[in-house]
């Protein structure tokens, strides 16, 4: 699809769109004592070993990295359920499951540094896999009927999506609005050149013939 | 009228709410975020971006008592990592900032309502790039060129306009998320009137609602945090 693998004109990095996932909370058993954690970015804690407490997704990992605690993995994690959603995502060609905004940072993270705590954890990365391979179709499949309009409602799609499909969406129906309203955009070429001094961030005018 | 008294005490109950549960990480993320996503440059946080200074130093200065006093090392580690990230959404929030700046230097000296939006540091440092590109381009180019062309603003002198300032395109798209529900909203960007219900492109986000929206119509609502940009 246009667009979608060159990673300077996407607007949020991978790096940055996971940092958002990031703060996302997650459940962790800790095998240590700690004192409450006042961060900046909220309280978490008093950890005892085996109470679970909630913190966010980058603490979960980092303690996790130094063997202090167990990351239970989300509810919607399970098989059962992701098969579900997956016969969902099947069923509708129009609607999309609903999954946490940033269901693919997180279980990227998870795979990444908690394997050993996701029950079938082959099988569950597959699932996700396919889930969000049939995502992506649809996402583009229903990208064929879309028409010029000013709001679109894009329902449950997710993050990682989101940042795939802006930027060729966000052309194309910028175009569309071009062609709709000549009038309001008086001259065509000096905005599509400011489109593409966005893209590679350099100045270039056109000149007055 | 549907929308009595009882509908507003709850929209602000809920405000209250939100107010007391988001933290300054979360505002400044989302600040970051629309900063990032909108085409034009927004109002300045200032008391945000006071506060989440106030909060970085504390914890520099927690993370250095941690350090010399021999703390565990993991927690002061933790801590470190917690200050990394606060202090990543603050540098880039003016960072952001400042490439737009300096993308519309021109326009926004020209238009007193981005002006405004500057903080007194962003309003100097735009001043002085402006003084600095114009004394540039003025010694490379201009100089050299014939007398009628040696504008910075223009591109001749039978120019009406400044049509050598680059200005943010408002019509592009965004992704926005709705925070709170908005109004209903004519996509010509109109507010709701007397013959509403004889039009029908009127538009209506309820909370979670994620689309993609030209710009221009939802400034408004983005400035008063019904919506914010992903």
Redesign the interface.
């Known amino acids: 699809m246009a667009g979608q693998s060159d990673p300077h004109i996407s607007?949020?990095s991978a790096e940055e769109v996971e940092?958002?996932a990031?703060?996302e909370l997650i459940e962790i058993v800790p095998n240590m004592r700690?004192?409450p954690?006042n961060?900046?970015?909220?309280d978490f804690g008093p950890f005892l070993p085996q109470i679970a407490s909630q913190v966010p997704l980058?603490?979960a990992v980092?303690?996790k990295k130094?063997g202090?605690c167990a990351i239970r993995p989300p509810q919607w994690m399970s098989v059962e359920n992701l098969t579900r959603v997956l016969e969902g995502e099947r069923e509708s060609q129009g609607a999309f499951q609903v999954l946490p905004f940033h269901y693919v940072e997180i279980s990227r993270l998870l795979f990444d540094h908690a394997r050993e705590d996701i029950p079938d954890m082959y099988m569950v990365r597959s699932l996700i896999e396919d889930i969000r391979d049939v995502r992506i179709h649809k996402v583009e499949t229903s990208l064929e009927k879309f028409s010029g309009?000013?709001?679109?409602?894009?329902?449950?799609?997710s993050?990682m999506e989101?940042n795939i499909i802006?930027p060729f969406?966000?052309r194309a129906?910028?175009a569309f609005?071009?062609h709709d309203n000549p009038e309001?955009?008086p001259d065509v070429d000096r905005?599509s050149s400011?489109?593409t001094?966005?893209a590679n961030n350099e100045?270039r005018?056109q000149?007055?013939r | 009228m549907a929308s009595g008294a009882g509908e507003w005490s709850a929209e602000q109950i809920d405000d209250y709410e939100t107010l007391i549960s988001t933290t300054d990480v979360e505002l400044l993320k989302r600040a970051w975020r629309n900063e990032k996503a909108s085409p034009e440059i927004l109002p300045f946080e200032e008391a945000l971006v006071k506060r989440a200074k106030e909060q970085i130093q504390l914890m520099e200065e927690t993370v250095d008592d941690f350090a010399e006093s021999g703390h565990d090392p993991l927690i002061a580690s933790l801590y470190q990592m917690d200050l990394d990230r606060a202090q990543f959404l603050l540098r880039s929030y003016l960072r952001v900032r400042l490439q737009k700046i300096e993308k519309f230097m021109f326009h926004i000296w020209k238009m007193d309502t981005y002006r405004n939006r500057l903080s007194i540091e962003e309003e100097k440092f735009t001043e002085r790039c402006i003084r600095d590109i114009g004394k540039y381009l003025e010694e490379t180019v201009l100089s050299k060129l014939p007398d009628n062309y040696q504008s910075v603003l223009k591109q001749s002198i039978i120019s009406e306009e400044d049509d050598m300032v680059p200005e943010p395109q408002l019509d592009t798209f965004v992704v926005a998320k709705c925070e709170r529900a908005t109004r209903p909203l004519y996509l010509d960007g109109s507010r709701q009137s007397a013959s509403f219900d004889s039009r029908d492109d009127h538009f209506q986000m309820v909370p979670g609602d994620l689309c993609i929206l030209r710009y221009r119509p939802f400034q408004e609502e983005l400035m008063s945090g019904n919506i914010s940009l992903v």
């Open positions: 607007l949020f940092f958002m990031e703060d700690m004192d954690l961060f900046i970015c909220g980058w603490l980092a303690l130094r202090k309009t000013s709001a679109v409602k894009i329902p449950n799609l993050a989101v802006r969406v966000g129906l910028q609005y071009k309001k955009i905005a400011a489109q001094r966005a100045p005018r000149l007055r």
